[in-house]
């Protein structure tokens, strides 16, 4: 059974910063989606087993680094200037493979989610 435990979620002010952790309990490639209210997941961020290919939604790329640390079976996403309408339940998931993916529905695991509240 793969767990996913998300943790770094807050409230900020706009222009600052979070960093969000995924804890995996398998090595897989991750990635970061987001729900708003009223609206639809969306993909954020992925990246690859290996963590040598990276993906970027055109919202984020720029402001938001998808990295991870495989000793620690860790995925992070460090959120920089971040803007109000960044707000969503951000969750990780993780896709059997080595290869990133943009599509919600490629990916076979998923955790609780995190609340990431940004203030204008």
């Known amino acids: 059974q793969v767990q996913l435990v998300e943790s770094g979620g807050g409230l900020v002010q706009a222009g600052g910063s979070l960093r969000l952790s995924c804890a995996a309990s398998?090595?897989?490639?991750m990635g970061w989606f987001r729900q708003a209210p009223g609206k639809e997941r969306e993909f954020v961020a992925a990246?690859?087993?290996?963590?040598?290919?990276?993906v970027y939604a055109d919202s984020v790329k720029g402001r938001f680094t998808i990295s991870r640390d495989n000793a620690k079976n860790t995925v992070f996403l460090q959120m920089n200037s971040l803007k109000p309408e960044d707000t969503a339940i951000y969750s990780c998931?993780?896709?059997?493979?080595?290869?990133?993916?943009?599509?919600?529905?490629?990916?076979?695991?998923w955790g609780q989610g995190t609340q990431v509240t940004v203030s204008s």
């Open positions: 998931a993780a896709r059997i493979g080595q290869l990133t993916s943009t599509i919600l529905g490629q990916y076979n695991y």
């Open positions: 398998t090595r897989y490639a």
């Open positions: 990246i690859s087993w290996t963590g040598g290919n990276t």
